[in-house]
């Protein structure tokens, strides 16, 4: 079974850091892109930040870029997001998702997530 667990998460104070990582198990890794999602309370979901199969193209929304680093190392099934600058307004519950090819949806930065197998359970990032 396709499996994708997060951590990483946790309370951090405005202009801190953190560092996501998304373990995946279940399918070939290292074929698929990968993408960063978040849902704040009262905000709908959102796609943060994505990486291509190979890791080379990384792409990510307006509000994180500059701040949030997107990587990948597919020997280690994983994939990383560095948080850093962080506001009151990035705190949301922090999901990965497995696209359905090898390269990212970019429909899934305009609100378009069909395009994505499997998800995560998340982890609660909390800037306060």
């Known amino acids: 079974d396709v499996q994708l667990v997060e951590s990483g998460g946790g309370l951090v104070h405005p202009g801190g850091s953190l560092r996501l990582s998304c373990v995946a198990s279940g399918f070939t890794f290292s074929r698929y892109a990968m993408s960063w999602f978040r849902e704040g309370s009262g905000k709908k979901l959102e796609c943060i930040a994505g990486?291509?199969?190979?890791?080379?193209?990384?792409y990510y929304s307006d509000s994180v870029k500059g701040r949030f680093t997107v990587s990948r190392d597919n020997a280690k099934n994983t994939m990383y997001l560095e948080l850093t600058n962080l506001k009151p307004e990035d705190t949301a519950l922090y999901s990965c998702?497995?696209?359905?090819?090898?390269?990212?949806?970019?429909?899934?930065?305009?609100?378009?997530?069909?395009?994505?197998?499997?998800w995560g359970q998340g982890t609660q990032v909390t800037v306060s």
């Open positions: 998702a497995k696209a359905d090819n090898t390269w990212v949806p970019e429909e899934a930065f305009r609100g378009d997530f069909l395009s994505f197998g499997a």
């Open positions: 990486i291509n199969s190979g890791g080379k193209s990384t």
